[in-house]
């Protein structure tokens, strides 16, 4: 069993920037595909960021080049780097991580099995 507890998630101003973090317990993160969710009030859940067991990365494009995805294997933890934050970023962030399928970068939630509870970010114009 994977545990996933988020923080991080604050109100800051348009143009900003925020570090999300994920402690995971039960298992290495360096051994899980994990990914970066977001869902706005009345909105599906966004996938925004994945990284493989290697290393590899993908972005959605609402995010590319502004978001960092990253783990630090000896704290066990995943981050997303959020800087250029804007208003329609805000959200409840979630913390994902999937069982198999190692080497595959995805967005979808359904392929992830272990959820965090979540951190809010609010981003203000």
């Known amino acids: 069993q994977v545990t996933l507890v988020e923080s991080g998630g604050v109100s800051v101003q348009s143009g900003g920037s925020l570090r999300l973090s994920c402690a995971a317990s039960g298992y290495a993160v360096s051994r899980l595909r994990m990914g970066w969710f977001r869902q706005a009030p009345g909105k599906e859940r966004e996938g925004i960021a994945s990284v493989n067991t290697v290393g590899s990365t993908l972005y959605a494009d609402s995010v590319k080049g502004r978001f960092t995805i990253s783990r630090d294997y000896g704290k066990n933890t995943l981050y997303l780097q959020m800087n250029s934050l804007k208003p329609e970023d805000t959200a409840m962030y979630h913390c994902?991580?999937?069982?198999?399928?190692?080497?595959?970068?995805?967005?979808?939630?359904?392929?992830?099995?272990?959820w965090g509870q979540g951190t809010q970010v609010s981003v203000s114009s």
């Open positions: 994902a991580a999937g069982a198999g399928k190692g080497l595959f970068l995805l967005l979808t939630p359904d392929e992830y099995n272990f």
